[in-house]
């Protein structure tokens, strides 16, 4: 679902937290809330401390006269002797990225408003074809409510989760996920660890994982999922899952399953990154022919047509199938 022409939402005062972001009016699940361009872009290829100042102070000599303010208002978690120092800092601590390698960050001056809540209600992705910046609702948001996004790269248990935010920005979470009881916070907990041990599992593996051993690889993905869609954070989780699911059908042949995953990705890319975002177009030409999807002919063992995909399973024989218990 793309955005609406109106504004819908505000950047305010939020109570212990500073300024923030809220919702105007109820948000839908899949809406873009924003779309913004940077006003500041930093790459973490630079290499030498005078590239570093000629970006900045470029950059920031050229900004007008409320951007400059708005960038000096910002949070600074590092501190500085000196201007560049303070900006830099400035920069460190806000900063989105503005891509899938994670190695050019941008300063926006609404995007960067938003604060962090690990199970966060938004999602930020940086959209090629727009070149900008896009937030979307992962789920329903009440007006009034705070727009809030996660600042992780990935979702890991409380206590690495507050390290982590301590470290590189300054605070403590207390969103629902980090004040659960202690009894449902160590469950949680041992799902995340969980989780994060399987995408250990699946990287360490690589490409050769995908075909050898197929079975027990599938079989670490469908854990994945199921544990995933036990939590209240699912959307995100779901979105690294099942890509993954994908490769392994496509690389071993099975063009039907691959299908069937392709679909899941499409739907879950629509909703978080918008109908205009590569990914969209990826995952909907590979619905329409998983074959041409790279790793497709690695192996042959698993190998079906599009044709066999099952549709007359109820929901449970249907999943069974395709996760090939």
Known sequence: MQGTPEKIYAVEHIPGKGRGVVALTDITKGTRVMSEKPIITISQNITSIQQLRTCILDQVSSLSKYDRQEFFSMANVYGGINPLETWYGILRTNALPMGPNLDTGGIFLQACRINHACDGNAVHCWNENLNQLTIHAIRDIRKGEEITISYLATLRNRQARQDELLHNFGFLCACQLCCLPLGESKCNDAALDRIHAIDDIIEKRGIKGLVKPAQKMLSYVD????????????????TRAYPDAFQIAVANGDLARARVFAERCLRLYETSLGNDSPDVAE?????????????????????TTVDEIPYSLDTQSFEDWLWRR
């Open 223 to 238: 854990e994945q999922v199921r544990i995933w869609k036990k939590t209240t954070i699912a959307e995100g989780g779901l």
């Open 283 to 303: 995952y909907g030409a590979f619905v329409v022919n998983p074959a041409t999807h790279k790793y497709y002919g690695m192996s042959t063992k698993w190998a």
